[in-house]
């Protein structure tokens, strides 16, 4: 199904052309390499292995798990909707692949999110002081960003990223949370009421 760009999309692209600068376009070129398949992938093995070291395995499950189902959703869409990229004069960055959903905006969503997630379940620190957990949007919200700002992407391929993304961890957060409970009610099943 083919997903053709909305006005909307164009008038953005067309402004944030018009607003380059050299400064802006390198610190969206860093930005946007922290949002990279093989800079996220390393994110997650490591912490999947050390989540697995502590003995954390739902929530390794949910980093591990979640983040590469989160992927192949991802790489699903972008060829089910098929939508073509901004027209290469546009673009800062030499990609050939599909446009929608963006997936540094979507994959950024999934592992930082994903993160955050376990972070909350396992550290008494980052749940006295939830604020922290911010760093997360803030940084799939600048990844995304870049990826409008270079030409890589219509704003609605990066929107679609961050709404798809968070809902997916929504989604993950949500089995970890019901698997982790399960083996504590069957713990509990047989004791009689106090």
Not at 10 to 17: M, N, P, S
Not at 73 to 89: D, E, S, T, Y
């Amino acid at each position: 199904m083919f997903l053709s760009p909305n006005g909307v999309d164009r008038t953005i692209t067309d402004a944030v052309v018009d607003l380059r600068t050299e400064v802006l376009t390198d610190i969206a070129l860093v930005a946007t390499a922290t949002g990279n398949t093989l800079v996220l992938t390393t994110v997650v093995v490591v912490v999947v292995l050390g989540l697995v070291g502590i003995r954390a395995f739902p929530e390794a499950i949910l980093v591990g798990a979640g983040s590469f189902a989160g992927y192949l959703l991802m790489v699903g869409l972008k060829h089910l909707f098929a939508r073509p990229r901004p027209p290469i004069a546009d673009r800062l960055l030499d990609i050939d692949t599909y446009s929608f959903p963006s997936g540094h905006a979507m994959m950024s969503t999934v592992v930082f999110g994903l993160l955050a997630v376990a972070a909350y379940r396992l550290s008494a620190w980052v749940r006295a002081h939830p604020a922290v957990l911010l760093i997360a949007p803030i940084w799939a919200i600048a990844i995304g960003c870049s990826r409008v700002y270079l030409g890589v992407h219509w704003t609605t391929d990066v929107l679609a990223g961050w709404l798809i993304g968070a809902a997916w961890v929504a989604g993950c957060a949500w089995l970890c949370a019901r698997w982790a409970a399960t083996p504590q009610r069957q713990r509990t099943a047989g004791r009689p009421e106090p």
